[in-house]
């Protein structure tokens, strides 16, 4: 059975940084890329930044470039998002999310909020 499970939301003031992860299992890990989404009110959800399997190329939305960090961890199937500088505009719910097999987590609440 396949899990996604993301931690490390919360609420944080503006400039601040958190750091989410994503616990995985039910599948070979290593051999997939895996994505970051975020979902805010109101909003469509948007990809935020992705890691490949193998060299673990990343890429990321415009928003979250200089400011966000996608890796992963293969011997703790775990993928991070490092997120620096919060922005209000960052709250929303992000996702953990394996493009090649359509798993997705359950999500974890970010809020930036003074």
């Known amino acids: 059975q396949v899990q996604l499970e993301e931690s490390g939301g919360g609420v944080v003031q503006p400039g601040g940084s958190l750091r989410l992860s994503c616990a995985a299992s039910g599948f070979t890990f290593s051999s997939f890329g895996l994505s970051w989404y975020r979902q805010a009110p109101g909003k469509e959800r948007e990809l935020v930044a992705s890691i490949t399997s193998g060299w673990g190329a990343t890429s990321y939305a415009e928003s979250a470039k200089g400011r966000f960090t996608i890796s992963r961890d293969n011997a703790k199937s775990t993928v991070y998002l490092q997120m620096n500088s919060l922005r209000p505009e960052d709250t929303a719910v992000y996702y953990c999310?394996?493009?090649?097999?359509?798993?997705w987590g359950q999500g974890t609440q970010v809020t930036v909020s003074s």
């Open positions: 999310y394996v493009p090649r097999r359509d798993y």
